[in-house]
């Protein structure tokens, strides 16, 4: 696959490569402000991508992780939950996670009650392979859980479907404005307990790809999330588009919680924590074994 020539169009800040062949690589990610903007400079032709040609499908993180397990896609989300189950597919690239600092996936009632009063709760959640439902489970393994798709928990806690619901993504900025109250915020627990962020989402690639395209798309992955970094102003207008609803400054200050110097790079601590995370799911008797965190 030799590259013929590289354009540049400077009018619009473009690049474009023409190639003999293409090599397609297929990208999955949550149609979220926080994935968008992490993903915004290979959607938008930001930069040369040499014998790579992306694809971008969006999806909520649940079918990500199912469609994972038959290898769906070259590139994709997953929760930290699922890699337990396709370690054997996947390796885990060094940027693009979600990592709550202090704060993550939170429990939300109608009305306020104990953290200690969870047990036997009838619990909405926004799939069984979350890492939210996860930390649950680490938390308080004793509720009933009830499958919602995660735009929705919000109303059946409301409507009084549900007891609690479990809230990821832009929920957890916006949901004292439907009010609902807080029982406990899984990000501030695990950072209480161990000291560490909270895994939530990373990214991953198919090994079968091999190691050469493997570290060439991944170099690719960090510098989209480096693009929009530097500049935040343009990436965050196409955010913007996936905000549901959100203004600019909660979505900037959402994407700030997700995409940051952590999202380049997990960080030791940030490997520290996803090992640890495995760890205890497998002591809990969650994960059916122990796993090793394998990065790219």
């Known amino acids: 696959m030799s590259i013929l020539s590289r354009e540049r169009n400077a009018e619009f800040g473009v690049f474009r490569d023409s190639l003999e062949v293409k090599m397609d690589i297929r990208i999955a990610h949550s149609p979220d402000s926080d994935d968008a903007f992490m993903f915004y400079a290979l959607a938008k032709d930001k ?13 909520d993180i649940e079918t990500l992780n199912r469609k994972a397990f038959d290898g769906v896609f070259e590139v994709t989300a997953i929760s930290f939950h699922a890699y337990p189950y396709l370690e054997d597919k996947y390796v885990l690239l060094p940027s693009g996670a979600s990592m709550g600092d202090g704060y993550g996936p939170m429990v939300v009632a109608r009305e306020p009650f104990g953290q200690n009063e ?17 930390a649950l489970k680490l938390f308080q393994p004793d509720y009933e859980e009830v499958v ?11 409507r009084g479907d549900v007891d ?11 949901y004292a404005e ?7 915020d899984f990000g501030a627990w695990w950072r209480e307990t161990t000291g560490l962020p909270l895994p939530l989402g990373g990214n991953v690639i198919r090994r079968d790809i091999g190691m050469e395209d493997i570290k060439e798309v991944s170099r690719l992955l960090k510098e ?7 500049h935040r102003e343009e990436a965050l207008k196409y955010a913007l588009e996936f905000a549901r609803d959100l203004d600019p400054m ?11 110097e952590r999202t380049l790079d997990y960080g030791e601590d ?10 205890k799911a497998y002591e809990a008797g969650i994960i059916p074994k122990p796993v090793k965190a394998e990065f790219v």
Request: net charge positive; with cysteine.
């Open 47 to 59: 930069l040369p991508t040499g014998k790579f040609r992306f694809h971008h499908t969006l999806d």
């Open 118 to 134: 969870l047990c036997g709760k009838r619990i909405a959640v926004p799939g069984k392979l979350t890492s939210a439902c996860l």
């Open 148 to 158: 919602v798709p995660f735009d929705r928990i919000m109303d059946a806690v409301k």
């Open 164 to 174: 609690a619901g479990l809230l990821i993504h832009e929920g957890q900025l916006t």
């Open 178 to 184: 439907e009010g609902l109250h807080l029982i406990v």
């Open 224 to 230: 989209s999330i480096q693009y929009s970094l530097d």
């Open 250 to 260: 909660k979505a900037d200050r959402f994407i700030g919680m997700y995409v940051n």
């Open 270 to 279: 940030g490997r520290k924590a996803v090992q640890l995370f495995f760890d």
